[in-house]
């Protein structure tokens, strides 16, 4: 049912994540959606509070992304991040748009 929600969904979809170390030494990313529904009404949705194994590298973060992206075929309707203000956010989004979508990073330089 959520599938359906996210794929009917009216606009495109927001992402916002965080990553905390719990209680008992667990890397947990907690995963939201943001969207405007079909019927026009704001929603936001858990999609996942994942465990992450491993050093919190940008290859093992953007791999859980990618993969609940990819599970819940929200890929093609990404439209923003939204994340807490370290600096290595971006290196976590950029992994993810080079996982997404190969060519979207490659800059192309032109002759003068």
């Not at 994942?50 to 992206?69: D, M, P, R, S, W």
């Not at 994340?83 to 996982?99: E, G, Q």
């Amino acid at each position: 049912m959520l599938r359906k929600e996210l794929k009917a969904a009216y606009s495109a979809i927001s992402i916002s994540f965080d990553l905390w170390t719990s209680l008992n030494g667990h890397a947990i990313l907690s995963i939201v959606a943001h969207f405007i529904n079909k019927d026009g009404k704001r929603r936001h949705i858990v999609l996942g509070l994942c465990e992450v194994v491993g050093k919190h590298t940008n290859k093992n973060i953007a791999a859980v992304l990618v993969a609940l992206f990819r599970d819940y075929r929200i890929v093609g309707n990404i439209g923003f991040f939204i994340a807490d203000n370290t600096k290595l956010n971006n290196t976590y989004i950029n992994a993810v748009l080079r996982a997404l979508y190969p060519k979207i990073l490659a800059k192309k330089r032109k002759a003068c």
